[in-house]
């Protein structure tokens, strides 16, 4: 199994509901991101889960808030957002790394499908 | 940080061939490629790593100049297939856990008959 699950594929939501979207991979990957990508843009990059802990915070507010309940579920809690927080929200994940050492094992991240956002 | 890719746009004929650019003002560790198709998720194509590894499992070539802080994405004999949007991403991590992609603008390629 090589696929990143993600759930729902279209979501509208208004300015003061609470939401959740979920990631889900089976293929015992470690580390596990959510990236935000606006049409014709690339993505961005928002956090990232190493070993079900948070590792990587890229500044993003607080009205987003990631959960690693294990190591095969990702979840994006979202609550009071803006209009501009309309996007494809993308979940990837990636075998862990080991050291630079050992660096020349390396494997590139696999995305799902994304959850389409739209704020009203 | 974010990497200049170069150029934005192309259009190709079957079996030609392309470069896609991609420039760092940071020292790279190592370069992820990937290709989105409209509507679609990207899809990892290759890795480059210091030294002038490659990683990937596509019939695709990349180079990687550390010097220059530059790699290049190579596709020959293009193929309807290829089309889509090209993004590079350096890795700004130490490469160990996990990586931190920043993408580049993106290179929209477009393949005709």
């Known amino acids: 199994d090589t696929e990143v699950t993600q759930t729902p594929k279209h979501l509208v939501m208004g300015m003061t509901n609470k939401k959740s979207l979920k990631c889900e991979q089976h293929m015992g990957h470690r580390a596990m991101y959510w990236y935000k990508q606006k049409a014709k843009k690339p993505p961005e990059l928002m956090f990232v889960?190493?070993?079900?802990?948070?590792?990587i915070n890229e500044s993003v507010p607080s009205r987003f808030s990631p959960e690693c309940p294990n190591s095969s579920l990702l979840n994006l809690h979202l609550h009071a957002l803006q209009p501009e927080d309309s996007a494809l929200y993308l979940c990837?994940?990636?075998?862990?790394?080991?050291?630079?050492?050992?660096?020349?094992?390396?494997?590139?991240?696999?995305f799902g499908p994304g959850t389409r956002l739209t704020v009203l | 940080q974010q990497p200049v890719q170069s150029p934005q746009a192309v259009i190709l004929r079957e079996g030609e061939d392309a470069v896609i650019n991609c420039s760092s003002s940071k020292a790279l560790y190592s370069v992820h490629w990937y290709r989105q198709k409209h509507g679609e998720a990207p899809v990892f194509l290759m890795i480059l790593l210091k030294g002038g590894e490659q990683k990937g499992h596509e019939k695709i070539s990349a180079s990687f100049n550390e010097k220059k802080q530059q790699s290049s994405l190579y596709l020959t004999a293009s193929q309807l297939s290829y089309s889509g949007t090209y993004f590079c991403g350096p890795n700004r991590g130490s490469g160990a856990g996990s990586y931190q992609l920043t993408f580049g603008k993106g290179t929209k390629l477009s393949v005709i008959p």
């Open positions: 990837a994940s990636s075998q862990e790394l080991p050291g630079l050492a050992f660096s020349r094992v390396v494997v590139g991240q696999y």
């Open positions: 889960y190493s070993y079900e802990k948070l590792s």
